[in-house]
């Protein structure tokens, strides 16, 4: 130790302060003797001191030495801190969720037991994860709406679900929207429509929405496509409540995109969550870097899932939602 100040003070001159120091033992050959190390952290006080030199170019020393002080406190609460986090290590399956995008207060709700086995893991993941399965058209007719914030890809959800209705449950399928405002989402509705031979109406207003769900009444599905809503702005969530209202929808299903910031998914769910929300819809999966997102959902949302999607291609690249299934994706990390 003398040896080792001794030359802290030879390389940074008589202004030295030590601010650590710490003896330790270096294995050495082959772990069968130990050496003993001393390591030594320093600092120049003078290049402090020259940075503190007021106007009149007087140096004062007194605040020099109590900030020396405080930078040694501070560093060794620090270095005190680090050595705690590198012991603090988490279990394997907390580790792997936190990975994969949970937020660790979720998973140590999730998965209470710290060293629960991978089996147990999916099975605890899974029992989270609530799931209410497709639209059921047997009896009554079923009006689903589909809202949601902008991009998160409402249209082609509704594309997809009328395609796999009317193609391959041979049901009768009527597509209504209400997204005027997007340039070409129109259009591109109308072009599924016609290759599917179902029809389309473009509501222009709510009145005109009432309408035309009324004459569609022999339909089994009426799917109603909503304009993209700012979660953020309430003026706007209030005229979607006034059409869904005119619609009477008998199930409504907020759409999110996997890929979405996890802030804006919250903000989201509170927002569109007074228009009487029944199911949820996670879009865009191919696209999610992480996805223990669905985890997180499951668990803020408080919300059924009804479908995921992972791609463009219609009528594909949809699956109704399963529990086991999401579970699985959501320990895996990725599609």
């Known amino acids: 130790m003398c040896e080792a100040l001794a030359e802290a003070r ?3 001159g008589d202004q030295a302060a030590i601010i650590h120091t710490r003896q330790y033992d270096v294995p050495v ?3 069968l003797l130990r050496r003993r190390s001393v390591e030594i952290l320093a600092a120049d006080t003078s290049t402090a001191a020259s940075a503190l030199v007021t106007a ?3 140096t004062p020393m007194a605040n020099v030495e109590r900030q020396v002080v405080e930078i040694r406190k501070t560093l060794e609460e620090l270095m005190s801190g680090l050595a705690v986090a590198r012991c603090v290590e988490r279990p394997p399956a907390i580790e792997r969720l936190v990975r994969n995008g949970v937020p660790e207060t979720i998973v140590g709700s999730v998965l209470p037991d710290a060293d629960i086995q991978p089996d147990r893991a999916l099975e605890a993941i899974a029992d989270r994860i609530r799931c209410a399965g497709g639209l059921k058209c047997d009896r009554n007719q079923v009006r689903v709406a589909l809202i949601g914030p902008t ?3 409402k249209t082609t959800t509704a594309a997809k679900l009328a395609a796999q209705y009317s193609l391959m449950h041979k049901k009768k399928v009527a597509l209504v929207t209400l997204d005027t405002y997007r340039i070409g989402a129109v259009e591109q509705l109308a072009a599924y429509a016609r290759i599917m031979n179902v029809p ?3 509501a222009l207003s709510t009145e005109d929405g009432e309408a035309l769900v009324a004459k569609h009444a022999d339909k089994d599905l009426i799917i109603i496509d909503t304009v993209g809503r700012s979660q953020r702005n309430g003026e706007q969530i209030s005229e979607l409540d006034s059409f869904l209202k005119a619609t009477q929808p008998t199930e409504v299903h907020l759409v999110l995109s996997a890929s979405a910031d996890s ?3 919250r903000e989201a769910v509170t927002s569109f969550g007074r228009l009487g929300l029944d ?4 879009t865009k999966l191919d696209e999610c870097p992480q996805t223990g997102c669905i985890l997180e959902l ?3 949302a408080l919300l059924p899932f009804s479908y995921v999607t992972y791609g463009q291609d219609v009528p594909n690249d949809i699956a109704v939602a399963d529990s086991n299934s999401l579970a699985m994706l959501v320990w895996e990390g990725a599609l």
């Open 10 to 12: 030879r390389r940074l």
């Open 29 to 31: 050959l082959f772990g």
């Open 56 to 58: 009149d170019n007087t």
């Open 151 to 153: 991009g998160v890809g």
């Open 200 to 202: 389309m109406e473009v």
């Open 263 to 265: 802030a804006a998914r």
């Open 279 to 282: 199911r949820l819809i996670l």
């Open 298 to 300: 499951a668990v803020t």
